[in-house]
């Protein structure tokens, strides 16, 4: 069973960098036709793709987000994280930790729970 | 305002076949990439219902099925059951200056 659980604070001040950890277990995030992407979703609203990485490092990220937003690996603890600098308001959201599977033509088979982040002074 | 277009609501009866649509454009469906369908139950994660436009992971009831033609794609959700009242949302790829996943602003099935 693969399971994704994001943890991170649930509250960021404005301007601050909010910091997300996704730690994967039941499957290795550094083999396979997998690569993992971060999702928010601000409350009542849509799903909105904040940017992805493969198991070579390899990045990609949303135009919008590209400048404030970085994805590294952690292979050693089968993690991945998310920073996002100067955050404002508008960032609040349910962050999504989640696994594109290649077999899927990297439809995302798997997700965390979501973790709800606040930006409040 | 997203990338692709799905309408913001539709509903049907117990029993009844309904359609949620996801346009999008050359630069994303358009260009043949496929497009992925998730339902979301409220307070939960999405879930994986329809990958690469026809395809359903095991376990998806095969009341569901998904089709793509141009810059278009469906979803059709038949026998409806109370307990399929939920949102979805299409994604597919996107290559223009919005490059990257893209997601459709999203429908809330409400089942009468």
């Known amino acids: 069973q693969v399971l994704l659980q994001e943890s991170g604070p649930g509250l960021v001040k404005p301007s601050q960098t909010l910091s997300l950890t996704c730690t994967v277990s039941?499957?290795?995030?550094?083999?396979?036709?997998?690569?993992w992407s971060w999702i928010r979703q601000p409350a009542g609203k849509g799903l909105y793709w904040i940017g992805r990485?493969?198991?070579?490092?390899?990045?990609s990220y949303n135009p919008s987000l590209r400048s404030r937003a970085t994805i590294s690996l952690d292979t050693s603890k089968n993690q991945f994280s998310l920073k996002l600098t100067s955050v404002t308001a508008s960032d609040t959201a349910v962050y999504y930790c989640a696994r594109h599977d290649g077999d899927y033509s990297g439809g995302v088979d798997y997700w965390g729970q979501g973790i709800l982040v606040t930006v409040s002074s | 305002q997203s990338v692709l277009t799905q309408p913001p609501s539709v509903s049907g009866a117990p029993g009844q076949r309904v359609t949620i649509s996801c346009t999008g454009s050359s630069a994303n469906i358009g260009s043949g990439y496929d497009v992925h369908w998730y339902q979301q139950l409220p307070g939960t994660a999405p879930k994986l219902l329809i990958y690469a436009n026809s395809n359903r992971p095991s376990g998806v009831p095969d009341r569901f099925s998904g089709s793509k033609s141009g810059t278009s794609a469906s979803l059709v959700i038949t026998g409806l059951q109370a307990e399929d009242e939920a949102d979805y949302y299409c994604?597919?790829?996107?290559?223009?200056?919005?490059?990257?996943?893209?997601f459709g602003g999203g429908t809330k099935l409400t089942v009468l």
């Open positions: 990485i493969y198991m070579t490092g390899s990045t």
């Open positions: 039941g499957a290795s995030i550094s083999s396979g036709s997998f690569w």
């Open positions: 994604q597919s790829y996107d290559n223009s200056l919005s490059a990257g996943e893209v």
